[in-house]
């Protein structure tokens, strides 16, 4: 088992430290993770991907070659890092920001991440966590016991409760579509 993921969006919505938790997840389960991040020089507002590879073998190319999997948080990630997927692909976008999804063959989510956010949570800086938990009981890369402990080694102290809250609205909204 080989699955190699594409977190995108623009600078600021936290998806280099989404891939950092996925990535922790997946050395929770016993798997093999590797996690790569790119963004350019804005620091936020300019487009950013984390690349997460989980894998029960070796994994001996750090970065994503064959995406199974593409989260879109802005149109210009969808746009920019669709390119490469296939038929065998899923794309999970947020539906306030992507409005225009390339027709790659494959599966696509169009989730109501950031609306879900704000409307729930109060603040858009969940979105990241958000995505995470939709992302998680769409696919079952890695436990959601693992998700959930990963989560909360990585959030600011303070925000735990809020950060689970947001995995479950997550997963709520990936329930809604299974």
Do not use: C, W
């Amino acid at each position: 088992m080989k699955q190699e993921l594409r977190l995108s969006g623009t600078g600021g919505q936290g998806l280099i430290t989404a891939g950092i938790i996925l990535a922790e997840a997946a050395l929770l389960d016993g798997k093999l993770a590797i996690q790569s991040q790119s963004y350019g020089p804005e620091a936020r507002g300019g487009a950013s991907k984390a690349e997460v590879i989980i894998s029960d073998e070796a994994i001996h190319f750090p970065k994503v070659t064959d995406p199974n999997l593409l989260l879109a948080m802005s149109q210009e990630a969808a746009t920019k890092y669709s390119h490469d997927l296939t038929a065998g692909s899923v794309m999970i976008t947020d539906s306030l920001f992507v409005i225009d999804v390339l027709d790659f063959g494959g599966k696509v989510y169009e989730l109501p991440i950031t609306h879900s956010a704000k409307e729930v949570l109060g603040k858009a800086l969940f979105a990241n966590i958000i995505a995470l938990g939709a992302l998680v009981k769409l696919t079952g890369i890695v436990s959601e016991e693992s998700l959930v402990k990963a989560v909360l080694n990585r959030v600011p102290k303070g925000t735990e409760e809020k950060n689970k809250q947001a995995l479950q609205v997550g997963m709520s909204i990936a329930e809604t579509i299974l």
